[in-house]
């Protein structure tokens, strides 16, 4: 039923390698959001953005990167990944307008060994 | 600033019984509000959202959430609990005065369980 796909759900990597998350949204929304949800189940907004070649960071600090070439797609980079970085990772769209909801992606559960 | 606080980390309910899961805001102008779900494994789901006029929002699988401006509230409620309906559920609140930065914040999550 998800408009909103991402990928992959699950990811064991070692620490030091280079990973990309992927999303895509159908729903030709405008802003993109990527949250980051620790154990304890709170969410951290990490990077969004408005529209194409639009990205900026979020409330919580990270060392991920994000790029938006394209409306549908907005991809997070960890150049080298840590073990501080194992968490569950949630990408979100919206429409422009602030009454809008949320729609969310499955999400991609991270492990960095 | 603005704030959003849900004071129980679990409820627990009897399937059948009533439920409530409350949320408190903080938001200098006039506010935006919004229920999520989350079920094992998944993403976050669109409940219902207050934005203006009538008090009461009547949302998905049931739920409804009464906008309480004196109390500055929005608790979520279902006259009748199913196990089905045990999951998390956040809160979420945008201050429309806020300007810029009127971003979304999210609740810590209540979870809700509810038991046959």
């Known amino acids: 039923e998800a408009d909103i796909y991402q990928t992959p759900r699950y990811l064991v990597i070692g620490t030091g390698k280079k990973i990309t998350l992927e999303c895509s949204q159908t729903?030709?929304?405008?802003?993109m959001y990527w949250y980051q949800q620790d154990p304890g189940m709170e969410l951290h907004l990490i990077h969004y953005s408005y529209g194409v070649n639009s990205t900026e960071k979020g409330d919580l600090s990270s060392e991920s990167t994000v790029s938006r070439i394209r409306t549908e797609h907005f991809p997070l980079t960890l150049e080298s990944a840590r073990p501080s970085h194992t968490s569950q990772y949630l990408c979100?769209?919206?429409?422009?307008?602030?009454?809008?909801?949320?729609?969310f992606g499955n999400g991609t559960r991270l492990t960095v060994t | 600033a603005q704030s959003v606080a849900q004071p129980e980390d679990q409820v627990n309910v009897a399937e059948g019984n009533p439920l409530t899961v409350k949320c408190t805001y903080s938001v200098s102008g006039n506010p935006y509000l919004f229920w999520y779900v989350q079920y094992p494994n998944r993403g976050l789901q669109f409940l219902l959202k207050?934005?203006?006029?009538?008090?009461l929002v009547k949302g998905s699988y049931g739920f409804e959430a009464e906008f309480n401006k004196s109390q500055t509230s929005f608790h979520l409620k279902k006259p009748s609990a199913l196990v089905s309906d045990s999951a998390l559920y956040f809160c979420a609140v945008r201050d429309m005065n806020g300007g810029a930065t009127n971003k979304l914040i999210f609740g810590t999550g209540t979870l809700l369980a509810v038991q046959p």
């Open positions: 207050y934005i203006t006029g009538d008090n």
């Open positions: 729903m030709g929304h405008d802003k």
């Open positions: 979100a769209s919206s429409e422009l307008a602030s009454n809008s909801p949320l729609h």
